[in-house]
C-alpha cells in the first residue's frame, strides 16, 4: 500500500511511500528551489516516518547538470546518514553519460535499471540490515 508524502509539498515532484521506502519520480526539468526543497523534504521524511530506503525514479529525466548531480549526491549521504539505503532507477544513458562528463560519482548512490529491480534492491537489503539505532525495526508478518 502507498501513501502520499505526509509533509510540505514539494513542487511538481511527486513523492510517495510504499511501506518503508520512499518512492520519489523525477520528472523533466528540476528547478533549483524545488531540488533544494526536495531535498529537505526527503530529509525530514526519512528521520519522522523512519523508512529505511529512498528510490530515486529517473526515467522521465532527458538532461543532468552538474546541480542535478550534486543535490542526487546530497540526498544520498543525508538518507546514508539517517540509516537508509538511496538506489538510483531507470536512467537514461544519456544521463549516465553527461554524470561522467561532469565528473561526478555519486558516492553512496546504487543503481537499478528499473523502479522494480530498485525496489526489489531496497528490500532485500531492509531485510538483511541490523536494526536501526533508536528503536526496534518493525517486522511484515
Given amino acids: 500500500m502507498s501513501e502520499a508524502f505526509p509533509g510540505p509539498v514539494t513542487g511538481h515532484v511527486p513523492v510517495l511511500r510504499l511501506g518503508d521506502v520512499l518512492l520519489v519520480t523525477l520528472q523533466g526539468d528540476l528547478h533549483d528551489s524545488t ?3 526536495l531535498q529537505q523534504d526527503i530529509a525530514e521524511t526519512i528521520a519522522r516516518s523512519r523508512v529505511t530506503g529512498v528510490l530515486l525514479d529517473l526515467s522521465g529525466v532527458e538532461i543532468v547538470d552538474s546541480f542535478l548531480g550534486r543535490v542526487l549526491a546530497e540526498i544520498a549521504a543525508q538518507a546514508e546518514l539517517l540509516a537508509a539505503q538511496t538506489v538510483v532507477a531507470g536512467m537514461r544513458p544519456a544521463v549516465a553519460i553527461t554524470l ?3 565528473g561526478l ?3 553512496g548512490l546504487r543503481t537499478a535499471l528499473s523502479t522494480e529491480a ?5 528490500r532485500r537489503d531492509a531485510r538483511t540490515a541490523a536494526p536501526r539505532a533508536g528503536g526496534r525495526r518493525r517486522e511484515s508478518r
Fill in 105 to 107: 560519482t555519486l558516492p
Fill in 100 to 102: 561522467v562528463e561532469l
Fill in 118 to 122: 530498485g525496489l526489489e534492491l531496497l
Fill in 35 to 37: 531540488a533544494q526543497q
